[in-house]
């Protein structure tokens, strides 16, 4: 996967996927001409790439600009494949494709910006770098429950106000709506109460109890739902607790849309299917708060190791890394300035990146956070993103 360098491609452009793999990037024409007039607008100082997606963020929470979201969809690309990626690779047995990863990493863009503190954390790209694994993870352990789970553990672990967005979601009138979800309270009533409660694989109901779920759904039926309604047989009930399990799993965990359907309007804005960000995702009901919390906290304390770590480096070493991403001056021209060889340079730079690493890796595992391979990879390349905007001004490395 190229790099986008240019700050106007960051923000209005759009990852195109072929044959499971990164092909190239498509340009939105209305965003890239909003991000060239802001840029033609702003003073050379302002022209950063944290400057911009912190400039955008605030945009998108003050709710004013329709199209801030969208750049900040653009933007995050990057962040979203590279997780995509990881995760196909690890799942090498699993049913989705990396461009399926990819949308569920983009679906949850909303959900990181949502849990973004610009007072915790100045850089948005390194937190979504931290933030997207943790949200995909999250999904991908709820959809293997889901997915392991009988309809009757489904049935049983779900919530009375969850069940019945699903089926109003499902297109059921208020009335069937009703009578589903009285045959729901039966079912629980008379099944699951004896049933060990961390069981996933509950057997269906035999035809005993069939018959007494739809006696008792009889019985009740005219005091608990308003509308008059006819009795229900056993088979029917059953047929309605079976259809209303589909309905929450369609409802917890929508299949995946590829990203490959693009499509182009009279604008010649290059578009593609989103999940609509003004709604609620179910998802969101189902993680937490105090996860939420948890990871704003760790990244309050990864930001404070990361900046201890820098100040502990000796005054040279801290002296290259500043020119090195602060003035995107090459290893020549810091041996220049500074009178150094270049090994000495080279050197500064790799011990001061590593000794800065190594305290971000113990902060982990000090917090009982498993350090692989992998993780350590993905460490450094958020220390990279730190760096960077740690010293204000995104620069390429020569």
Sequence with gaps: MRPRQEITDMFSTFVQLERGRFSKWLTD????????????????????????????????????N??????????LQEPCYWVASKTVAKFTLSQYLLADYFQMAIAEVETILKDF??????????YAIMAIPSRLKDILRQRKEADICTNWALLRKVSKKLLSEALSEAGLSQSAVAQYRLAWTCFKELYTQNQPGGTSQLPEPNSQLWEAIANLYNHQRQSQITQPTEQRNAQTIEQWLTQTALYVRAYLFPPVKSLNAFKQ????????????PSS???????????????????????????????????????????LYYEQGLTQQQIMQQLQMSQPTVSRKLVKGRESILAALIKWS?????????NQIKDMSLALEEWLRNQHGEYIINP
């Design 280 to 322: 609620d995702s179910p998802m969101a009901d189902m993680i937490a708060e105090e996860d939420v919390q948890n990871r704003q906290n760790q990244i309050s304390q990864m930001s404070d190791v990361l900046l201890k770590a820098l100040q502990r480096l000796d005054v040279q070493s801290q002296e290259v890394l500043k």
């Design 29 to 64: 024409a209305k965003l890239y001409r909003n991000m060239q007039n802001h840029l033609e607008h702003s003073s050379s100082a302002l022209k950063s790439e944290n400057f911009w997606g912190l400039y955008w963020y605030k945009q998108w929470r003050s709710g004013f």
């Design 66 to 75: 329709n199209l801030a979201l969208m750049h900040l969809l653009a933007y």
């Design 265 to 276: 309007n009279d604008d010649t804005t290059i578009t593609f299917d989103l999940p609509d």
């Design 117 to 126: 503190n610009p007072e915790k954390s100045s850089s948005l790209k390194a």
């Design 365 to 373: 595992q000090d917090l009982n956070i498993s350090v692989n391979s």
